[in-house]
T-cell receptor, first 114, second 115 residues
Framework: GAVVSQHPSWVICKSGTSVKIECRSLDFQATTMFWYRQFPKQSLMLMATSNEGSKATYEQGVEKDKFLINHASLTLSTLTVTSAHPEDSSFYIC??????????FGPGTRLTVL | AQSVTQLGSHVSVSEGALVLLRCNYSSSVPPYLFWYVQYPNQGLQLLLKYTTGATLVKGINGFEAEFKKSETSFHLTKPSAHMSDAAEYFCAVSDETGTASKLTFGTGTRLQVTL
């Protein structure tokens, strides 16, 4: 099956700094990628839909200026958490849409903000 | 609005025993339903999906699920658990065509398989 990677898998940062998370489709091109956030013992919550070459579509309640999404190529989407605070600590998961429409998920990135 | 409820955040079964993971959904339109599995440090993998047609859906690794509209359920079963089935399982619902549309996930059920 198609493989999606995320980097880094785990990051710790100080409050106020920015963190960039990469999502790559390794063996296929994805015009659409999705970014999810998962709190402990809670659902995956869709944050935004990332479309190659255009602006991301954010879900209600997600601050687009805080969670910057860039989808500059067909194999890479990045999520930047700007001015991170402890409440941003979470597990961030991306998925990439394949040609047949199925979503392939990355392994996730655990962000801890001190 | 759609929602998914997974009863039991943690299920433990003996190897060889029946696996039953419960999922109930809420949807104002005919739903598309999915089960995903997540192994430690790996991404979510699609186990099976229901869109239309036969209500009993067979997936990978011997899992199957049955869509019951009257009960708004889509429970996941496997006749005989294997140690390798230990993982986190997520039920999800979508109201749009295909698996590329927005997914609403349940909170997940961690399956433990004991000897």
């Amino acid at each position: 099956g198609a493989v999606v990677s995320q980097h880094p898998s785990w990051v710790i940062c100080k409050s106020g700094t920015s963190v960039k998370i990469e999502c790559r489709s390794l063996d296929f091109q994805a015009t659409t990628m999705f970014w999810y956030r998962q709190f402990p013992k809670q659902s995956l919550m869709l944050m935004a839909t990332s479309n190659e070459g255009s602006k991301a579509t954010y879900e209600q309640g997600v601050e687009k200026d805080k969670f910057l999404i860039n989808h500059a190529s067909l194999t890479l989407s990045t999520l930047t958490v700007t001015s991170a605070h402890p409440e941003d600590s979470s597990f961030y998961i991306c998925s990439a849409r394949g040609l047949a429409g199925e979503q392939f998920f990355g392994p996730g990135t655990r962000l801890t903000v001190l | 609005a759609q929602s998914v409820t997974q009863l039991g955040s943690h299920v433990s079964v003996s190897e060889g025993a029946l696996v039953l993971l419960r999922c109930n959904y809420s949807s104002s339109v005919p739903p598309y339903l999915f089960w995903y599995v997540q192994y430690p440090n790996q991404g979510l993998q699609l186990l099976l999906k229901y869109t239309t047609g036969a209500t009993l859906v067979k997936g990978i690794n011997g899992f199957e699920a049955e869509f019951k509209k009257s009960e708004t359920s889509f429970h996941l079963t496997k006749p005989s658990a294997h140690m390798s089935d230990a993982a986190e399982y997520f039920c999800a619902v979508s109201d749009e065509t295909g698996t590329a549309s927005k997914l609403t996930f349940g909170t997940g059920t961690r399956l433990q398989v004991t000897l």
